[in-house]
């Protein structure tokens, strides 16, 4: 599986726009990029997944490079909601229904007032 | 999106006591389902994926004895930490994956935290 890596920390102005990187440079063909947070003693939220093209949704927007060794995730107007930690991750292949995510240590947002 | 819910969400108990944490997928059916143990300031690390009617597969290092993982339907697996101990004290969560899924997100339980005394 491919490995990710992100910042260990970011800050963000609440109202302003987050941009939080990953690189995957090992990322193979058929793996997509798959974007959750963890708020402070909670379970992993979903928040985003891409294969090639840029998606949007309700939370955020993922911007994948062309060349698909790196990816953003944008949180438009960041609230003090949003403070928690960010995990960029690379899920394998579709063989069967086991799937395992490789979590890395994440991106710690805090978004400051 | 699906709902997945653990319980309890917390639990404390004495050193030698068993702890059996349920991990429910609401409105979805999970054939498998995963369970990860988090250390504080740590990443989620799995201990072990479970499937339904079918023995859980366990990840390196983590005891099939100490952790028995029950899948008996496709909306319900079960953890039971066995004989726990102070160090089995950690933050554990379950995802759900639902059947049919093809690119679909896991769906992950509120988490359930552990503390042994």
């Known amino acids: 599986d491919a490995k990710t890596t992100q910042p260990p920390s970011m800050d963000c102005a609440e109202g302003r726009a987050a941009n939080l990187p990953c690189n995957h440079s090992?990322?193979?063909?058929?793996?997509?990029v798959y974007w959750y947070r963890q708020i402070h003693s909670q379970g992993p939220q979903y928040i985003i997944h891409?294969?090639?093209?840029?998606e949007t949704n309700e939370m955020a927007s993922l911007i994948i490079t062309e060349d698909r060794k790196s990816s953003t995730l944008i949180l438009p107007h960041a609230t003090l909601r949003d403070t928690a930690v960010y995990y960029c991750?690379?899920?394998?292949?579709?063989?069967?229904?086991?799937?395992?995510?490789?979590w890395g240590l994440g991106t710690s947002l805090a978004v400051n007032p | 999106g699906a709902v997945v819910s653990q319980h309890p969400s917390w639990v404390i108990c004495k050193s030698g006591t068993s702890v059996k944490i349920e991990c429910r997928s609401l409105?979805?059916?999970?054939?498998?389902m995963f369970w990860y143990r988090q250390f504080p300031k740590q990443s989620l690390m799995l201990m072990a994926t479970s499937n339904e009617g079918s023995k859980a597969t366990y990840e390196q290092g983590v005891e099939k004895d100490k952790f028995l993982i029950n899948h008996a339907s496709l909306t319900l697996s079960t953890l039971t930490v066995t004989s726990a101990h102070p160090e089995d004290s950690s933050f554990y969560i379950c995802?759900?994956?639902?059947?049919?899924?093809?690119?679909?997100?896991?769906?992950f339980g509120e988490g359930s935290r552990l503390t042994v005394l």
């Open positions: 995802s759900a994956q639902g059947a049919g899924t093809n690119t679909g997100e896991l769906f």
């Open positions: 891409g294969l090639k093209n840029n």
């Open positions: 090992t990322i193979s063909g058929n793996e997509y």
């Open positions: 409105d979805f059916q999970a054939t498998t």
């Open positions: 991750i690379v899920r394998t292949g579709n063989a069967g229904n086991n799937r395992k995510l490789i």
